[in-house]
């Protein structure tokens, strides 16, 4: 089956192509077929501080067929039941690097210094709460710092493919058409 894409016919496959780039990678899977994302596991462990961000290594790449963009977003179980917040990325048709997980721990800071220079010492005292992914505590310290743990292997986001439509822009004065809204923004629906 052949469509258009940008004024070319291409054929449609149903193939993406995944290359795994080290040993702690791992190959996206879906848990259902009628699923839209496939799950993307990070390749490293990493700690997160409060309001700390980090591009966690996936050590995948995949080709993403000219016509179609790559989001890399959240999943419902991580975002439900953490703090972690995922910034959806976009992978555009021609990227074929290292896919990052953009992420943040957005529990709040506790106004609390560090005690100790490093994370370590402050665990070994029970100041710190360590939970993982799923919300479940690693390592119950007293709550004074609560931290996240992503592990080598967790399910840590979602990789949609979706279609995109790039077309030619055109400066106007005024557009052809007026819709009922306008440039009615924020709120203008009512709350």
């Not at 290359?19 to 009628?34: F, G, I």
């Not at 994302?37 to 080709?63: C, H, M, N, R, W």
Request: hydrophobic letters at 35%.
């Amino acid at each position: 089956m052949a469509t258009q894409c940008n004024g070319r016919s291409r054929k449609m496959t149903n193939i993406l192509q995944v290359k795994l780039l080290s040993e702690h990678a791992r190959m996206p899977e879906r848990n259902h077929k009628t699923d839209a994302g496939y799950d993307i596991f990070s390749a490293e462990t990493v700690v997160l501080e409060p309001q700390e961000k980090a591009v966690i290594k996936t050590d995948v790449a995949v080709s993403i067929p000219e016509g179609y963009v790559g989001l890399l977003t959240s999943r419902s179980g991580v975002s439900s039941k953490t703090h972690l917040v995922i910034e959806t990325g976009k992978i555009d048709a021609g990227y074929q690097g290292n896919l990052g997980i953009n992420i943040k721990n957005d529990e709040e800071r506790d106004g609390i210094p560090f005690l100790y220079d490093d994370i370590d010492a402050e665990l070994e005292d029970g100041l710190i709460s360590i939970l993982d992914i799923k919300g479940n505590y690693v390592q119950d310290g007293r709550g004074i710092r609560r931290v996240y743990q992503i592990n080598k292997g967790d399910k840590l986001a979602q990789l949609v493919i979706v279609p995109i439509w790039t077309p030619e822009l055109k400066q106007v004065e005024e557009f052809e058409s007026v819709s009922e809204r306008g440039a009615k923004g924020f709120g203008s629906s009512g709350v």
